[in-house]
């Protein structure tokens, strides 16, 4: 049976953060509008920020459903998926907002997310999350996958991109500045990335 929860901690936020993927899902307004579902991996980008708030990277991509759902109406789902161990699902029901380069909270954002370079891998946005419920459900359908590794094609793809060539790509995308339905996307052009604050060792 499913149970409810009051916030992210303990066993719950520990299962959480030991799955290598997880999925997101969000949708438009408009009925007869396209429902996107994306997974999400590379270790390091995702982070619970508190008992009620997560956030992941949003890298550079051929779409931007998601910041678009997000941009018009804040709805998002989250789901993790226990591939291997006792069966589990967990999902977190919230509204989500992506912040953006030039955004005054980038910085200290990032900071949750120490083993990710940036420059890698054409960081375009952070998906902050701020949960409205939280549930899991048994999972005993689920297969069990083994975890191989992590790709390393998405950093060797954008590790060579600078901040004018990523919007020059972005740009060439039908869907990055405008959604599939017309909703708006990434806002171009594409703020330059603010340094890392430097190590204060």
């Known amino acids: 049976m499913g149970k409810s929860y ?8 520990a299962f959480i953060e030991a799955q290598h993927i997880f999925f997101t899902a969000t949708a438009p307004l408009d009925g007869d509008g396209t429902v996107n579902l994306s997974p999400k991996g590379l270790d390091g980008s995702f982070a619970v920020l508190d008992e009620l708030t997560v956030a992941y990277l949003d890298f550079a991509g051929s779409n ?5 759902h997000l941009r018009e109406n804040g709805r998002i789902t989250l789901m ?15 509204r989500g907002e992506p912040v953006f380069r030039d955004d005054a909270r980038w910085t200290g954002l990032m900071e949750h997310f120490p083993d990710i370079d940036a420059t890698a891998h054409g960081l375009r946005a952070i998906i902050v999350v701020t949960a409205e419920q939280i549930r899991d459900t048994c999972g005993y359908a689920v297969p069990f996958m083994t975890f191989d590794g992590e790709r390393p094609l998405h950093a060797s793809r954008f590790a060579r991109e600078t901040d004018t060539s990523l919007d020059e790509y972005f740009r060439k995308k039908e869907h990055v500045a405008r959604s599939i339905d017309g909703l708006p996307g990434l806002p171009l052009p594409l703020p330059p990335l603010p340094p890392a604050p430097r190590d204060a060792t």
């Open 80 to 94: 993790w998926c226990a591939f291997d161990g006792p069966p589990s699902i967990v999902r977190v029901h919230g």
């Open 64 to 68: 931007a459903e998601t910041v678009a």
């Open 6 to 13: 009051e916030r992210i901690d303990g066993r719950l936020r």
